[in-house]
């Protein structure tokens, strides 16, 4: 039976990390893509229990969804190949804390979640080395607002983005 508190029809981007956001913009624009601008993104977060902060360089292609979202692969940090290398799902979530724990108690860990209530997005490790990323109503808001740019090439330095709603 299909579960509906979290439909697939939500699934709106697959995060890939890649070692040079430059060169992965470049490869995917001979798709046809078109990207936004890259992204200098601080997160706080509390991975396995341990609050910390997180950096990420991103960008998102313009056409979708599904969109294909690329992030910077950084040493030492979540998203890098020696440590989770957050290659994911990205569905949309109306109550996050709520989808997270339906995740849970089908068999999915909870790794991580920002210390924000109510939490604006949450990942998830499940079967295979795809996890999970829920995005609740705050980042819909963000995410639109970044679909306006475009990227300006690889001499031009990461936008610093407009703070996230505190309400998911």
Not at 54 to 71: D, S, V, W
Request: net charge negative; charged share 20%; glycine share 8%.
């Amino acid at each position: 039976m299909p579960n509906t508190q979290f439909p697939m029809a939500d699934l709106f981007h697959v995060g890939v990390v890649v070692e040079d956001i430059h060169e992965a913009i470049a490869a995917y624009s001979a798709t046809g893509a078109t990207f936004t601008e890259v992204r200098d993104i601080t997160l706080e977060v509390v991975l396995d229990g341990v609050r910390r902060t997180e950096h990420m360089f991103a960008a998102y292609t313009k056409q979708g969804p599904p969109y294909l979202e690329l992030i910077q692969e950084l040493e030492g940090n979540i998203w890098g190949s020696d440590a989770l290398d957050l290659n994911h799902l990205g569905y949309w979530a109306e109550d996050v804390d709520a989808t997270a724990k339906t995740l849970e108690q089908a068999g999915f860990t909870l790794r991580m979640m920002p210390p924000a209530s109510p939490p604006r997005i949450a990942y998830l490790s499940g079967p295979g080395s795809i996890w999970v990323e829920l995005c609740g109503p705050g980042v819909r808001t963000m995410l639109a607002e970044w679909l306006t740019t475009s990227y300006a090439g690889p001499d031009s330095l990461p936008v610093r983005p407009p703070a996230l709603p505190t309400r998911s």
